[in-house]
């Protein structure tokens, strides 16, 4: 072990905006003095500036699409040569190519994040070589039990190493009443008026055609409401944003329906809004979710993957089938009517954060976690 601190490299597909991201960032943030950290990333330099603000070194390895060997040996020899004391992958080509290195013995000690159900891996040849690549680690750390399941099953992953460490972000207690009305008035929403925000990438996996024709029905029950659609297109590419806008203007609702873009001020739409709002196909976690419990705002989501382990049906939100724009609509409706019911709710989530999902409770499991290994 290097004397002093020890040194972890992170290593990550993608530097996009999302859940896998953030918490990233929470963990260089939180246990910044506790140990030295790289981090390394394959695409998407969306976050790199955040990133170099928390890490040492930020390196950027061409190995997000087919990696040529020559940038696979590049990435092999800064594994081997850094004199780290951990190497710690997230996402499912880093995952992949940090156990390559670490199999043939270029690399230390190895902690793998599984953060999301991850489509691939229903491949049976690639659910196997995940399988046999992922015996390399020394740890691996799966945000959901859900996701525990599916790399167990899909993922061809079995044994003690895995243990189920559950999100957790910092808490602000007091949102900013300034930036709520900041908020409502860019938006050109009243401060009484009813708010629904979801915030999620654009694309298909978040479901966002469920949401916009159960708006429909929202809209016409309480015509005042508008839906806020916080988010920029990764997987779905450009096209799949203009769809979902013409969807919005071919049932007549796209004054209702506001497409916010990338935001950086989710923490005060939170406080903005009335109920979040997700139409997801599959999650395996859903750091949004907790951003809404903190706020104290209830919950509006679909009982795929490890939501129903956050977000408690009928006491922090209301959880309704996937697909289902129907069912869907009667929940929101039902909280938009209903302020005393979704206070109740909101106030149960931020409970409910308070005890399971702060920040601390997770740094706390994945330092045991990099001090067992680095203990031999």
């Known amino acids: 072990m290097t004397a002093g601190r020890p040194r972890i490299l992170h290593v990550i ?9 953030h918490h990233l960032l929470t963990v260089l943030r939180g246990l910044g003095e506790r140990y030295q950290f790289d ?70 000690p190895l902690v793998s994040t599984k953060h999301n159900r991850e489509a691939p891996l229903l491949n049976p040849a690639y659910g196997r070589i995940h399988g046999v690549l992922t015996r390399s680690a020394d740890a691996v750390i799966a945000v959901s039990s859900s996701v525990a399941e599916y790399m167990t099953t899909a993922g061809r992953l079995a044994g003690p190493k895995m243990v189920v460490v559950h999100y957790g972000i910092e808490d602000i207690r007091e949102p900013d009443p300034d930036a709520v009305v ?16 979801c915030v999620a990438r654009l694309d298909p996996q978040k479901g966002h055609e469920t949401l916009i ?54 923490t005060d739409l939170m ?4 109920v979040l709002a ?56 039902r909280l938009i009517d209903d302020r005393g019911m979704a206070k109740d709710m909101g106030d149960q989530g931020r409970l409910r954060f308070e005890q399971r999902f702060m920040a601390e409770q997770m740094l706390d499991k994945i330092a045991d976690i990099y001090d067992r290994i680095l203990n031999g």
């Not at 900041?182 to 925000?197: E, H, K, S, W, Y």
């Not at 706020?295 to 989501?301: F, H, K, Q, T």
């Not at 939100?317 to 929101?332: I, K, T, W």
Request: hydrophobic fraction near 45%; charged fraction near 20%; glycine fraction near 12%.
């Open 278 to 333: 997700m139409s997801s196909r599959w999650e395996g976690f859903g750091i949004v979710f907790l951003e809404a419990m903190r706020a104290g705002r209830p919950v509006v989501a679909t009982t795929v993957g490890g939501i129903p382990e956050v977000v408690v049906g009928g006491e922090s939100g209301l959880l309704v089938r996937p697909d289902d724009p129907q069912e869907l609509a009667s929940a929101l409706i």
């Open 39 to 108: 981090v390394a990333y394959f695409k998407d330099p969306d976050l790199v500036a955040d990133v170099r603000d928390r890490a040492d070194r930020v390196n950027f390895f061409d190995l997000g699409g087919a990696p040529s060997p020559l940038d696979l040996w590049r990435f092999a020899r800064h594994v081997s040569r850094g004199r780290y004391d951990v190497v710690h992958t997230h996402l499912l080509k880093a995952d992949m190519w940090a156990a390559v290195v670490r199999s043939v013995g270029m690399g230390p």
């Open 182 to 197: 900041r908020a409502r008035i860019g938006f050109g929403i009243g401060m009484n008026d009813p708010l629904v925000l």
């Open 213 to 266: 024709h159960a708006w429909k029905s929202v809209s016409a029950h309480s015509p005042s409401a508008r839906l806020v659609l916080a988010g920029g297109t990764q997987l779905g590419d450009d096209d799949y944003a203009q769809g979902l806008k013409r969807l919005a203007s071919s049932l007549g609702i796209a004054a209702k329906v506001i497409f916010a873009g990338v935001r950086r001020d989710v």
């Open 271 to 274: 406080a903005a809004c009335n």
């Open 13 to 21: 597909t993608s530097l996009a905006i999302g859940g896998a991201q």
